[in-house]
């Protein structure tokens, strides 16, 4: 299994970013698949989830109307649209498989996980 995560860099508060993972290895539509993020001295924690059909998506609360979560399956493709980014969101982005088709904000959960992309709001 291998994610490529990109789309990350430096962008201003207010200010928007999408990310892409694209994802090989393994039968893309039968899994859901996640965003983390982990902060510089912070843990890991969940941003978003899709289930295997995005049918349902999932976010944490802090970006719950400015970050979309969405897949594409024709490209195994997951992305993460960010928009009116603040200097909290700042972190290191990883995408991720899950085990089962649906999303889920445990860690434990998911058990392939891409290299990271680096997202830096600031002015």
């Known amino acids: 299994v291998q994610l490529q995560a990109s789309g990350g860099g430096l962008v201003q508060p207010g200010g928007s970013l999408r990310l892409s993972c694209e994802a090989s290895?393994?039968?893309?539509?039968?899994?859901?698949l996640g965003w983390f993020r982990q902060a510089p001295g912070k843990e890991r924690e969940f941003v978003a989830g899709?289930?295997?059909?995005?049918?349902?998506?999932y976010y944490l609360d802090s970006v719950k109307g400015r970050f979309t979560i969405s897949r594409d399956k024709g490209k195994s493709v997951v992305y993460l649209q960010m928009n009116s980014l603040k200097p909290e969101d700042t972190a290191v982005y990883y995408c991720?498989?899950?085990?089962?088709?649906?999303?889920?904000?445990?860690?434990?959960?998911?058990?392939?996980w891409g290299q990271g992309t680096l997202v830096t709001v600031s002015s």
């Open positions: 899709i289930s295997w059909n995005g049918g349902r998506s």
């Open positions: 991720a498989v899950a085990r089962g088709a649906w999303a889920s904000s445990s860690e434990d959960a998911y058990h392939y």
């Open positions: 290895g393994f039968n893309f539509v039968d899994y859901a």
